[in-house]
């Protein structure tokens, strides 16, 4: 799998302490992007999903993991493989995701995605959405629309307005979401990361 980053606390994407991991690859093309480094297809970055679930699984005090990106349902069978074998190991984990894909899109199976043995784009279907939605506690569904970003907090977790904010189970519900963002500095002094929603910071 072709992953971007990782992080292995954050309050801001999703409920209680959670990991991320950002998918390194998307086609959508949203104008606007905020992680438009995040769109290319790198093979550079291929990382075992095993290696993946290791870091995950031996994580202290998260409650969950948010799946971003990039585009993680263009890479849907290795999200799919990685979700099953986390929850195997642990079934509190909850489990997030940031899809440009809308929910009607994702039902329809009309997404397509890489597998993580060769290159050619696959098709989607309704059967391998509906797999990925059955590990998912939630997710952000649709395509960021900059002409009508969120301008303050009232919508946790959401980009743009036409965005919309599903749960799947429930574990959750809105009022177990807060608005806001993060600034991290690495120990090592490498690359320093902001995520979440800086509203009224990035104009």
């Known amino acids: 799998m072709l992953i971007h980053n990782?992080?292995?606390?954050?309050?801001?994407?999703?409920?209680g302490n959670r990991a991320v991991i950002w998918f390194q690859g998307c086609?959508?093309?949203?104008?606007?992007?905020?992680?438009?480094?995040?769109h290319s297809f790198d093979n550079l970055l291929e990382t075992s999903i095993y290696e993946v679930e290791d870091w995950l699984c031996n994580l202290p005090d998260i409650e969950g993991v948010t799946f971003s990106g990039g585009e993680p349902m263009q890479q849907a069978s290795s999200l799919l493989i990685l979700m099953a074998r986390?929850?195997?190991?642990?079934?509190?984990l909850s489990f997030g995701m940031y899809t440009g894909y809308s929910q009607k899109e994702l039902d329809l199976g009309s997404f397509k995605w890489k597998s993580m043995f060769d290159?050619?784009?696959k098709k989607g279907s309704k059967e391998l959405w509906?797999?990925?939605?059955?590990?998912?506690?939630?997710?952000?569904?649709?395509?960021?629309?900059q002409l009508v970003r969120v301008t303050d907090n009232s919508l946790p977790l959401i980009g743009s307005t036409n965005q919309e904010l599903v749960f799947f189970t429930e574990r959750y519900k809105p009022s177990d979401l807060e608005a806001g963002y993060e600034v991290h500095i690495p120990a090592d002094g490498s690359t320093v990361s902001m995520t979440g929603f800086p509203v009224g910071v990035i104009e």
């Open 130 to 145: 509906t797999e990925v939605k059955g590990y998912l506690d939630f997710a952000v569904l649709g395509r960021y629309n």
């Open 27 to 38: 086609s959508l093309g949203c104008k606007g992007c905020w992680n438009p480094e995040t």
């Open 119 to 121: 290159a050619e784009w």
């Open 6 to 15: 990782k992080l292995e606390s954050s309050t801001v994407n999703g409920p």
């Open 86 to 92: 986390v929850r195997a190991r642990n079934p509190q």
